[in-house]
């Protein structure tokens, strides 16, 4: 892996054996940094970059994209934006030329922008329609303070009142400069790299991202009814380490000892043995400005209250007692099993390593997971246990009316 400087902006190489080549620019900006006048701005940039350029219309960029073999697409989150597209290797400047085309020529059509505005409106509405993200874009606003963690589609009051320039002003601000980084992976070589960079991906300044504080956390509860579901919703959300923690690799290994897959804790009590539900997992996510560590599940809605106090005493258990060795085995075994499986692929490998570095890593992530996860000791998940779970925590439940 090679981290470069060409045009002025940065450009991470990294070549493997596929035939294949994976192309992403990321932004080191998301919903984290916009006002509430402008909840959602960051999201329909996101659709709007592929709505036509000074030299295609949007299905000119998707029929480009697919003679070359080349899957486009691009996702929004709370502290960054990637775009991104998976071609031929002997197609990479093809590609490139078409992910920059995009991402720094994109013109805003206003008849385009009107058109998606309603798309994303439909959008919103499905994620509505669904328990699991219904819950998940009211609690974790409820368990961050200040604002930060707002759903990133926005909502549909602001979504209907964005303009053009507002969202060109967005792109100004931050779409450039240090806020960018370029990275690619597959078998190419690294001087074709470098022309394509060279001739498609044009220095342009922005602000750089802004500070984003650490959010303070609510704990408490929340318990949300709807209309029209059948299964209830459980959800229990505590803070977790900050972005670039020592400890953030022993956090996220006790995680998975609890709820990473179905050798966890918290499966094979509630599912297996119990049947009180069909899953329940726990997962780490991190940002800049706030991090969760979110246990959840479906359940027949008289199940809530067992779920809870079960979970509440497997909790306390990994506080207070060593796991076994051989459980901690399987699962360091199991993260390492899905790490290396990801890096086979160049779209794999692309997203374990991109965005640390956008964020300020300098050694190679995927080495450092691999040095990192067989270090952690029984001691350390105990420990990470009780520094977690001491915290507060907000308890979220959706249930029909």
């Known amino acids: 892996m090679k981290l470069l400087e060409v045009n002025n902006s940065r450009l991470l190489l990294h070549r493997n054996g596929s035939d294949v080549v994976n192309i992403q620019i990321l932004t080191n900006i998301g919903s984290a940094v916009e006002e509430p006048a402008l909840f959602g701005a960051a999201h329909f940039l996101e659709h709007m970059f592929f709505k036509g350029t000074e030299k295609r219309d949007a299905k000119q960029i998707n029929r480009d994209a697919n003679r070359i073999g080349g899957k486009l697409n691009a996702w929004t989150w709370f502290d960054q934006t990637v775009y991104h597209i998976t071609a031929l290797k002997e197609r990479l400047d093809d590609a490139f030329e078409i992910l920059c085309d995009l991402y720094q020529h994109a013109t805003f059509p206003a008849g385009e922008l009107e058109k998606e505005r309603e798309v994303i409106i439909s959008e919103m509405h499905r ?5 699991s993200s219904y819950l998940a874009d009211r609690a974790w606003p409820q368990f ?11 909502t549909e009051e602001t979504v209907r009142a964005l303009t053009r320039d507002q969202l060109v002003d967005f792109r100004e601000r931050y779409y450039g400069g240090a806020n960018v980084l370029v990275s690619v992976v597959g078998n190419v070589e690294e001087a074709a790299v470098i022309g394509a960079m060279e001739r498609y991906f044009a220095y342009r300044p922005a602000a750089d991202s802004m500070a984003v504080a650490q959010t303070a956390y609510r704990g408490g509860e929340l318990a949300l009814t709807r209309p029209e579901i059948q299964e209830a919703r459980y959800s229990v959300l505590y803070s977790a380490l900050p972005l670039h923690h020592p400890d953030a690799t022993r956090q996220n290994v006790m995680t998975y000892c609890l709820g990473g897959d179905s050798a966890a804790l918290l499966f094979e009590r509630i599912r297996e043995e119990l049947g009180l539900c069909y899953g329940i997992y726990a997962g780490c996510a991190r940002f800049n400005g706030f991090s969760v560590l979110e246990i959840a599940t479906g359940c027949a809605p008289e199940n809530l209250d067992r779920i809870h106090t079960e979970t509440v005493q497997i909790i306390d258990r990994l506080c207070s007692e060593r796991i076994d060795e051989d459980r901690l085995e399987m699962v360091k075994a199991a993260l ?10 160049s779209s794999g490998y692309n997203r374990i390593v991109a965005l640390p570095i956008l964020k300020g890593e300098t ?3 995927y080495d450092r997971l691999n040095r990192e996860i067989p270090e952690v000791t029984v001691d350390d998940v105990r420990t990470m246990a009780e520094q977690t779970f001491s915290a507060a925590a907000l308890k979220a439940t959706l249930v029909a009316v």
């Open 127 to 131: 994620y509505d329609d669904d328990p």
């Open 144 to 154: 961050c303070a200040n604002g930060i963690a707002h759903p990133v589609i926005g």
């Open 336 to 345: 390492l099993s899905s790490l290396r499986m990801a890096a086979e692929t």
């Open 363 to 365: 050694e190679n992530p």
